[in-house]
Every structure is written in C-alpha cells, then in structure tokens.
C-alpha cells in the first residue's frame, strides 16, 4: 500500500487562473479532508468528503471545491486563485466508522501563485 | 471557540537531555489529542494518540484535562528526533483536525 497519494508535487499558478489537485486516499479509507498549510503555519482544514459529499467545511471562500469520486479518491479545486493562496496543500485520509480520528497525510501539493 | 496552542516555535536541547513540547488547548468537551511529527522532506506523521497511551521512540503525552495540556516528553533526546512537531486536536463529532502551529525540535550533538 503506498499510502495516500497526491498529485502533482508542485504547480505554478497565476493569479486568476484555477487548479485541481489530486488525492488518492490510503487503501480501505472511506473519508478523505484537505487542509491548507501556508509557510510556518499548522494545517488548516478546508473540508471533509465522505460517500461523495462534502461532510463538513472550514473557513474557506466558495473559490474552494471538491470532490470525492466512487474509488474514494479526491480532487480539490481553486478558482481565480489569489497570490494568497499560495500553500501547501495537503490530503488525508480516515475511516470515518472508526472511533479515533487519526488521519493519514500525503506529501502534499505545493502550490504557488505568481 | 476550539483551539490548540504551542507555545514555542523553537525548542533546541542538547543530545542526551530532557524534552518537552508543550500543547494547550480549548474545548468544553471531551476532546482526542494527537502528535504529528514532520521529518525533513518527509510527510506528516502521526507520532501519538492519547488514547492509546503508548510510548513511540521514547516520547509519552499525557492528557491532563484540568489543565487542558497535553505536552509531549522524552526523557534523554536524540539527534533524530529533530523535526517539526505539530499538536492537533479532534473535537466531538467534528473530524476536522485543529492544529497547532508547530514546535521545531532542534537536538544537538
């Protein structure tokens, strides 16, 4: 099992433009969560998808969307991306059944906006 | 309002010495406490759930809900034990997780 996965590692943006993020959650996890990590900043969670509906939400503009697809898998889309979007963003992965909610995380997404 | 605090964004110890990494939070009810630690170049890690009440490499946590703290410890560190290490919490019902803003653990030789 290789974990969760993220696709791509790196993108390079310009203001106004939008992009889609890819996660592949770890293998037999149902719920996956996507969560913004600026420079010297803890995480900070963007939202939750579970059974192909956004469960719960952060902080966030409208500008932030998701997705969860059949396999589990995930993507996360900003629109008219905005030089403070700028971040790490990263997906992790859970088993929403399960009494802890310990989170798996992939290696992130590091996205810039020039 | 639900909130996690690290009070040090820097912690540098020498090898062999004791230490702790505190984490204080807020929340009326019962909350689940974690450690992540962040490895150069490596992804986030869970490192301790305080409902398992383990030891990982050494580090212990206890959760001391009168005093709303839940600091990490380990009694002699060890040069690779120097990372980034983030407190994060679970509230309720609610699975997102809240962070702290990280302590950066430098161990030196």
Request: aromatic share 12%.
């Amino acid at each position: 099992d290789a974990g969760v996965t993220q696709s791509p590692t790196h993108l390079i943006k310009t203001r106004g433009q939008q992009v889609t993020l890819r996660c592949s959650p770890k293998s037999g996890h149902d719920t996956v969560s996507w969560y913004q990590q600026a420079l010297g900043q803890g995480p900070q969670f963007i939202f939750q998808y579970y059974e192909e509906e956004e469960r719960q939400r952060g902080n966030f503009p409208d500008r932030f969307s998701g997705h969860q697809f059949p396999n589990y898998s995930s993507e996360l889309n900003v629109n008219a991306l905005l030089l403070g979007d700028s971040a790490l963003y990263l997906c992790a992965s859970s088993l929403l059944l399960l009494a802890s909610n310990e989170q798996f995380f992939g290696p992130g997404t590091r996205l810039t906006v020039l | 309002a639900q909130r996690v605090t690290q009070p040090e964004k820097l912690l540098s110890v020498f090898k062999g010495a004791p230490v702790e990494l505190k984490c204080n939070y807020s929340y009326s009810g019962s909350p689940e406490l974690f450690w992540y630690v962040q490895y150069s170049r490596q992804r986030l890690q869970l490192l301790l759930r305080h409902i398992s009440r383990e030891s990982i490499k050494g580090f212990t946590a206890d959760l001391n809900k009168g005093e709303t703290s839940f600091h990490l410890k380990k009694p002699f560190a060890q040069e690779e034990d120097s990372a980034m290490y983030y407190c994060a919490l679970s509230a309720g019902n609610n699975r997102k997780l809240i962070w702290g803003l990280g302590t950066s653990l430098a161990v030196n030789p």
